[in-house]
């Protein structure tokens, strides 16, 4: 499974490095849309995990037009989650997640697990020449999962896991 987005290119020197391997467990939802030209994507993820230093909560929303490379918009946040159950079935998560637009997002979800693990590889790659890079991989047990309390996305997953990542900002 993965994902790439490319947008138009910014000369400027890279201000910003992270790069990390980790090991741990997270529940995962998503949603995404398209307009029906196809160009203008909308995609909303939350991550809650545990990767060793202490349970979070991130949340990422982006809208971009891949039609013309442009990115129309980018929310974020991240906050220590008040709550994070864990097991292969089912993963409780709370938090108060402060975005970059100034709002503040609630998360209260349940994630139950629908099937049996399986193993499985994902990979995310969003480039913004100039602008941004961020690669991130992992591989290990992945459930389907469904999604209850608030707010709601389109698929949910629980994960344990071992991956990497690198983050670029210039």
Same mark, same amino acid.
């Given at each position: 499974m993965?994902?790439? %987005?490319?947008? &138009?290119?910014s ?5 910003q490095v992270?790069?990390d391997k980790?090991?741990? /467990?997270?529940?995962f939802? *998503?949603?995404e849309?398209? *307009?029906p030209d196809?160009?203008?994507v ?5 991550l809650?995990f545990?990767?060793g230093?202490?349970?979070? @909560?991130?949340y990422?929303d982006?809208?971009?037009? /891949?039609?013309?490379h442009?990115l129309?918009?980018? @929310? /974020?946040g991240?906050?220590?989650a008040?709550v ?6 089912? @993963?409780? &998560? ?8 100034g $709002?503040? %997002?609630d998360?209260d979800?349940?994630?139950?697990a629908?099937?049996?693990? $399986?193993q499985?590889?994902f990979?995310v790659r969003?480039?913004?020449?100039g602008v =941004?890079? =961020?690669v991130?991989t992992?591989s290990?047990s992945f459930? /389907?999962a469904s999604?209850?309390?608030a707010p709601?996305f389109?698929e949910?997953?629980?994960s344990q896991?071992?991956?990497s990542? %690198?983050?670029?900002r210039h």
């Amino acid at each position: 499974m993965g994902v790439t %987005l490319l947008m &138009a290119p910014s000369a400027s020197a890279a201000t910003q490095v992270v790069s990390d391997k980790y090991s741990g /467990e997270f529940a995962f939802a *998503s949603s995404e849309t398209r *307009s029906p030209d196809g160009c203008i994507v909308s995609r909303k993820d939350l991550l809650a995990f545990d990767k060793g230093f202490g349970p979070m @909560v991130g949340y990422y929303d982006f809208m971009a037009n /891949e039609c013309t490379h442009v990115l129309l918009q980018y @929310v /974020e946040g991240m906050a220590p989650a008040e709550v994070f159950d864990f097991n292969r079935n089912a @993963v409780h &998560a709370k938090a108060a997640v402060p975005l970059t637009d100034g $709002t503040t %997002l609630d998360v209260d979800l349940h994630w139950n697990a629908v099937g049996a693990p $399986t193993q499985q590889g994902f990979s995310v790659r969003f480039v913004e020449p100039g602008v =941004y890079h =961020y690669v991130s991989t992992s591989s290990g047990s992945f459930s /389907e999962a469904s999604l209850s309390g608030a707010p709601l996305f389109d698929e949910a997953h629980i994960s344990q896991s071992k991956g990497s990542r %690198l983050e670029i900002r210039h």
